[in-house]
Structure formats: structure tokens, C-alpha cells
């Protein structure tokens, strides 16, 4: 069975920062691309950041140069480091399984996400 | 100020028949990308309901159908159920901003 399970959500203050933590398990981690989505409270859902299975980076505009995604595929972990937070950036963060062997395809698993929270 | 957009909300009464549309530009739907449908009932992270248009992931049923036709895309559901009731997302590519985008979401209410 497919398993994202997201850690290391919680209070930070604006300025600061945080390491969010996706545990992948019950396939191939290696051969899937794997993005951050993000929900604001009581918001919709919004594209972060991505990395391929070359650990090619993509990132939102929102996002760029204040967040870094990577991954470890011998432990089959997800990583966002998330710098220079702002009270937008205070959402749940989901990691997301492409779909293998899509281009531009669908979030096929989803974790159940962690809370980030942008308060002082 | 979704890059596309739904209407905010839809609704009707158990058995009928629901359309949500998601209408994007020239950059994103209208550039041939994919769309893909996801439902989030409250408090549950999405699940994917439709992907590539048209295709429905095993076990979700065929009362779910999606549709795409020049820079917009549909989602019809069929013989509402109360359970239906949930937050519905369309979700494409847009070669602008070299990004993946969603809709603002769709609240369906049934009835």
C-alpha cells in the first residue's frame, strides 16, 4: 500500500524557519516525482514546489528562493526547508505522488498532511 | 484569482445530475495540458477523481466523468449521493508560469 506521511509541521515565527519531512513507503521512491501542495486555512490547494527523479527542483513564484526541496531516496524521504517564512506561507503542507510515467500528471497518493503555522 | 476558475459553489438534491466547469486560457487547458479533478471532502486531505481528462482511477465510480473541451473542462456527477458532499478541485499545467495550477475549488452541496 502507498504511504505519504508528512512531519515536522508547527509554530514558527515570521522570519523564520522549518523542515518539513514526507515518508514515502509501499513503492518505488526513486522512480516518482514528488511535489509540496499547500492549503491555507479554509483556502484552496496550491502547487509548492516538485522534484523529479534527476532531483531536477521546481517552485512555485511564492516560494522561490525562500524554500528548498530534496529528497533521500535510500531512506525514501521528502524534505522542505522552508526559510524566511511569512503569515502566507501558514497552511497544510500535503507531499503528493505524480502519477509514474505521466508528464504533468495527477497526484495519484496523498499525504495527510502536516500544519504549518506563521505566527509571533 | 485562481489562474482557473470554478464557481464557488453547486448544488442538488439525491439522484440528480451536477456539473462543475473549470475554464482556464490559452496558457494552461488551452495549450493541450491535462486536466485532472480532485474531491476533499472537509478535513481529509484530496483524492484524485479524474485524471487526463477523462479517466477515473480504480474504485471510483462511473458516476464521477470528466470532459475537456477547448480552454475549459467539466466534471458531471451523476445520482448525487449525500456523501458527494465535499470540495471538488480541477487541476492542470501552465506553460506561463511553468507551474501546475488549480482551481479555486467548488463546494457541492447536496440537498
Known amino acids: 500500500e502507498v504511504q505519504l506521511v508528512e512531519s515536522g509541521g508547527g509554530l514558527v515565527q515570521p522570519g523564520g524557519s522549518l523542515r518539513l519531512s514526507c515518508a514515502a513507503s509501499?513503492?518505488?521512491?526513486?522512480?516518482?516525482?514528488i511535489h509540496w501542495v499547500r492549503q491555507a486555512p479554509g483556502k484552496g490547494l496550491e502547487y509548492v514546489s516538485a522534484?523529479?527523479?534527476?532531483?531536477?527542483?521546481y517552485y512555485a513564484n511564492s516560494v522561490k528562493g525562500r524554500f528548498t526541496i530534496s529528497r533521500d531516496n535510500s531512506k525514501n524521504m521528502l524534505y522542505l526547508q522552508m526559510g524566511s517564512l511569512r503569515a502566507e506561507d501558514m497552511a497544510v503542507y500535503y507531499c503528493?505522488?505524480?502519477?509514474?510515467?505521466?508528464?504533468?500528471?495527477?497526484?495519484?497518493?496523498w499525504g495527510q498532511g502536516t500544519l504549518v503555522t506563521v505566527s509571533s | 484569482q485562481s489562474v482557473l476558475t470554478q464557481p464557488p459553489s453547486v448544488s442538488g438534491a439525491p439522484g440528480q445530475r451536477v456539473t462543475i466547469s473549470c475554464t482556464g486560457s490559452s496558457s494552461n487547458i488551452g495549450a493541450g495540458y491535462d486536466v485532472h479533478w480532485y474531491q476533499q471532502p472537509p478535513g481529509t486531505a484530496p483524492k484524485v477523481l479524474i485524471y487526463d481528462n477523462i479517466n477515473r482511477p480504480s474504485g471510483v465510480p462511473d458516476r464521477f466523468s470528466g470532459s475537456k473541451s477547448g480552454t475549459s473542462a467539466s466534471l458531471a456527477i451523476t445520482g448525487l449521493q449525500a456523501d458527494d458532499e465535499a470540495d471538488y478541485y480541477c487541476?492542470?499545467?501552465?506553460?506561463?508560469?511553468?507551474?501546475?495550477?488549480f482551481g479555486g475549488g467548488t463546494k457541492l452541496t447536496v440537498l
Open positions: 522534484i523529479g527523479t534527476a532531483d531536477d527542483t
Open positions: 487541476q492542470s499545467y501552465d506553460k506561463s508560469l511553468s507551474a501546475r495550477v
Open positions: 503528493a505522488r505524480e502519477r509514474a510515467g505521466s508528464n504533468h500528471g495527477d497526484y495519484d497518493h
Open positions: 509501499g513503492f518505488t521512491f526513486s522512480r516518482c516525482s
